[in-house]
Antibody, heavy 118, light 112 residues
């Protein structure tokens, strides 16, 4: 069974930084496009960004609200996905889900809560 | 960006009855070269992450009960639960993957 386990969430002040990690197991990670999707408390789903597999260039795409502030990366040798979040804003408060897929989100982790507050 | 609009926002259905959720996209998500609609549906139960249930508008993900079906093409889509079970209580989201960024509908809460 595919498992995705996010970590790194927590409380951070506006303007601060945080690095999320996602460990993926029971899946051919290196072949997969990976995405981050977030969900603000009591709200709907918002795609944050994705990274392609290395065969397709390993390039990234981001949603407009986070472009220039968030950076997605991957380490295929460790089956790990990362997201560096800088210049955090209160509106970035959400549960952040790691997902398998760059278009259709086939598998989801349990999520990690990021709270941006002073 | 393509805007996805679901209706209704919430719906209550009796056990064993049919539930219907609609999803409309602001532009067509039908790719003419392969005649596929780039539309997925997700189910999110309370306290859980979303789960993919349908992709290509009508293809059920492995393990999803056949009481769930998706239909529609172009800009108008429907998720139908043919005979509602207690475990189907959830919020359902449609999502287009025709263009970047992928975008979700606001969600429809399905209750008994």
């Amino acid at each position: 069974e595919v498992q995705l386990v996010e970590s790194g969430g927590g409380l951070v002040k506006p303007g601060g930084s945080l690095r999320l990690s996602c460990a993926v197991s029971e899946f051919t990670f290196s072949h997969a496009y990976m995405s981050w999707v977030r969900q603000a408390p009591g709200k709907g789903l918002e795609w944050v960004g994705r990274i392609k597999n290395k065969v397709d260039g390993g390039t990234t795409d981001y949603a407009a609200p986070v472009k220039g502030r968030f950076t997605i990366s991957r380490d295929d040798s460790k089956n790990m996905l990362y997201m560096e979040m800088n210049s955090l804003k209160t509106e970035d408060t959400a549960v952040y889900y790691c997902t398998v897929g760059g278009s259709v989100m086939e598998y989801w982790g349990q999520g990690t809560l990021v709270t941006v507050s002073s | 960006d393509i805007v996805m609009t679901q209706s209704p926002d919430s719906v209550a259905v009796s056990l064993g009855d049919r539930a219907t959720i609609n999803c409309k996209s602001s532009q067509s998500v039908l790719y003419s070269s392969n005649n596929k609609d780039y539309l997925a549906w997700y189910q999110q139960k309370p306290g859980q992450p979303p789960k993919l249930i349908i992709y290509w508008a009508s293809i059920r993900e492995s393990g999803v009960p056949d009481r769930f079906s998706g239909s529609g093409s172009g800009t108008d889509f429907t998720l139908t639960v043919s005979s509602l079970q207690a475990e189907d209580v959830a919020i359902y989201y449609c999502q287009q993957y025709y263009s970047t960024p992928p975008t979700f509908g606001q969600g429809t809460k399905l209750e008994i």
